[in-house]
């Protein structure tokens, strides 16, 4: 069993920056791909990046939404990932939810509780 904690979430203005972690325990964090997601008021889930379990430095995905203003990351070494986000905008208000999924064991995946993220303009 996997856990999972994010944290950073706020308040910020339009325009501002903030980094969400995730920290992990329970299980062989290297192991599983690591996406955020997120969830804005009466809308449905989405993707928002994901990184694959290869090493500190595994490929990475964006929705258009977001490319060029965040950045996923993560280190194996501390069981966490990372989403830094810049020049945020109102619409990125949601809660950010941290993911895990393993790359061998299908149906194998975990979430967070999530963090809330709210922009103001």
């Known amino acids: 069993q996997v856990q999972l904690v994010e944290s950073g979430g706020g308040l910020v203005q339009a325009g501002g920056s903030l980094r969400l972690s995730c920290a992990a325990s329970g299980s062989t964090f290297s192991s599983y791909n690591l996406g955020w997601y997120r969830q804005a008021p009466g809308k449905q889930r989405e993707r928002v990046a994901t990184?694959?379990?290869?090493?500190?430095?595994?490929?990475?995905n964006y929705a258009d939404s977001v490319k060029e203003r965040f950045t996923i990351s993560r280190d194996n070494s501390k069981n966490t990932g990372y989403l830094q986000m810049s020049r945020l905008k109102p619409e990125d208000t949601a809660v950010y939810y941290c993911?895990?999924?393993?790359?061998?064991?299908?149906?194998?995946?975990?979430w967070g509780k999530g963090t809330l993220v709210t922009v103001s303009s």
């Open positions: 990184i694959t379990a290869g090493g500190n430095g595994g490929s990475t």
């Open positions: 993911n895990l999924r393993h790359v061998l064991l299908s149906g194998m995946e975990f």
